[in-house]
C-alpha cells in the first residue's frame, strides 16, 4: 500500500511538471484577437447580404435601367467611374427631383445622352453582351452597398473635354464651380452649392441687417445726447 502512494505521489509530481501538449509538440498556443465593440473581430468583413444597400427596395427594373445606362454612359471608364456615374442616378432618384424610380430619372429628357440619342440600342442591349455584364457587376455592387459612393452626393457630371468642344470652349453654369474628377468625368453638387450659396446670402443680410440697426441705434443715442445738450445749454 506505501508503495502504492509513493507511486502515485512520483507520477503526480512527474506530470505537474510537464509543460503543455502544444508546447511539447512545438505548436503554438492560438491567441484570439480582441473583439470590437460590436462583438466581431475587427477585420471582420460583412457578406454582401448583410451589406446596407446604397438603394433599399430597388426592383429588377431599376436595376436593369441602371445597368443599360452604365454600359452606355461610361463604357470606357474604370470600375470607380463606373461607380460614380450609377451614384449620380442613384442620388437623382434619391432626390425625388427627376423621377421616382432608376427609369425615371434616365430616360428623363435632355439627362443622359444615350437615351436621347440611342434608346433603341441600349433597349436592345442582351443581357450576354458583355457590355452588359461589365455594366452589371459595378451596378450590383452599388446596389447592395458593397462600393461606396465616391462622388460625396454628386447629382452632375461631364466629359469637359467633349463638352467644351461642343459649346466653344465654356461649361453649363453648374459645372463652373470646383468639381471631382472620376475618370474622364467631372462630378458636381449643384443642389449643394446653391445651398450653401443661399445660406451663405441670409447670413450676410442678417449681417447686414444687423449692420443697419445698429448703425441706427447710435445715431439714435447721439441725437438724444445732442437734444439732452441742447435742453441744457437752453435752460
Known amino acids: ?17 510537464m509543460p503543455p501538449v502544444h508546447a511539447a509538440l ?6 484570439l484577437r480582441p473583439a470590437s465593440p460590436h462583438g466581431k473581430a475587427d477585420d471582420a468583413k460583412l457578406p454582401a447580404s448583410e451589406l446596407p444597400p446604397a438603394l433599399p427596395n430597388y426592383d429588377p427594373e431599376d436595376r436593369d435601367y441602371l445597368i443599360r ?3 452606355f454612359e461610361a463604357p470606357n471608364e474604370p470600375d470607380e467611374g463606373k461607380a ?5 442616378i442613384i442620388n437623382r432618384k434619391r432626390s425625388g427631383s427627376w423621377g421616382a424610380s432608376i427609369k425615371e430619372v434616365v430616360t428623363r429628357p435632355w439627362q443622359f445622352e444615350p437615351w436621347m440619342t440611342r434608346r433603341k440600342e441600349i433597349e436592345g442591349l442582351s ?20 462600393m461606396p459612393d465616391p462622388t460625396a452626393g ?5 466629359n469637359p473635354t467633349v463638352v467644351r468642344q461642343r459649346r466653344g470652349g465654356s461649361l453649363p453654369s453648374w459645372a463652373r464651380g470646383e468639381g471631382q474628377s472620376i475618370g474622364r468625368h467631372t462630378f ?9 450659396l443661399a445660406s451663405l446670402s441670409v447670413t450676410a443680410l442678417g449681417d447686414s441687417l444687423r449692420s443697419e440697426k445698429s448703425a441706427s441705434c447710435e445715431y439714435r443715442l447721439e441725437e438724444a445726447v445732442d437734444q439732452s ?7
Open 188 to 196: 458636381y453638387s449643384p443642389e449643394e452649392s446653391a445651398a450653401m
Open 84 to 88: 460614380a456615374v450609377a451614384y449620380v
Open 26 to 31: 512545438g505548436i503554438a498556443p492560438r491567441c
Open 69 to 71: 445606362t452604365l454600359a
Open 154 to 158: 454628386a447629382t452632375h457630371f461631364l
Open 229 to 235: 445738450k441742447n435742453l441744457k445749454h437752453d435752460g
Open 1 to 17: 500500500m506505501r508503495i502504492r502512494l509513493l507511486l502515485f505521489s512520483l507520477g503526480f509530481i512527474v506530470l505537474s511538471g
Open 127 to 146: 443581357t450576354d453582351d458583355p457590355r452588359y455584364q461589365a455594366a452589371e457587376r459595378i451596378a450590383d455592387a452599388v446596389l447592395t452597398g458593397q
